[in-house]
């Protein structure tokens, strides 16, 4: 009876091993399918007002962020895995120096948004068990929030209601000035 019993032990830790192997093949074969399928992001990008872009060329987490979004638009979901460290690192030194002349807290949110999602693309690329579609979603949110990010620091150079009627004054007085000055001359 114990040799039974041992031998229906050996033949299910057989089965049970077989099993589990033949499930991991199976999942890596789906994997690298998957893996090698380009991430479908967004190709709008937002452009910079002028204004924006005089303070943010100068700003290397801006740049070094701005590339990073730009390679993440044409990777794989392999190559995204494999740059979810770098780009988390990037987002997070985005957040950390935004220089006074861009400090907003409609930037900052913006900021902690686009680090937030990149802490979440790296913590999804390194789980034992990775959730491609997980990180495909993570992925192509990123540059829509660099893009609503970069949406906020042109805000903050957009002109007021009041400096409109500002430049309103003063072309219709300089409108004024002109048609005086062409006014033909009476003679005395």
């Known amino acids: 009876?114990?040799?039974?019993?041992l031998i229906l032990s050996i033949l299910l830790c057989f089965a049970c091993n077989e099993k589990s192997q033949t499930d991991d093949s199976n999942g890596s074969q789906l994997d690298s399918i998957t893996l090698n399928q380009p991430i479908e992001t967004t190709k709008e990008e937002v452009i910079l007002l002028p204004e924006a872009r005089k303070h943010a060329i100068n700003w290397l987490?801006?740049?070094?962020?701005?590339?990073e979004v730009d390679q993440l638009r044409n990777y794989n979901l392999q190559q995204t895995i494999e740059s979810s460290k770098p780009i988390s690192q990037v987002m997070e030194s985005l957040n950390t120096s935004?220089?006074?002349?861009?400090?907003?807290?409609?930037?900052r949110a913006r900021a902690n948004v686009l680090t937030t999602k990149a802490k979440v693309l790296e913590q999804l690329s390194h789980r034992r068990q990775l959730d491609a579609g997980a990180i495909t979603e993570v992925a192509r949110e990123i540059p829509e929030e660099f893009n609503n990010f970069k949406i906020q620091l042109n805000e903050l150079f957009l002109k007021t209601l009041e400096d409109f009627e500002d430049e309103l004054d003063e072309f219709k007085a300089e409108r004024d000035t002109i048609s005086i000055d062409s006014l033909p001359q009476a003679k005395l």
């Open 61 to 67: 987490a801006y740049i070094a962020a701005q590339n």
């Open 1 to 5: 009876m114990k040799k039974l019993v």
């Open 98 to 107: 935004i220089p006074d002349s861009l400090s907003s807290n409609a930037v």
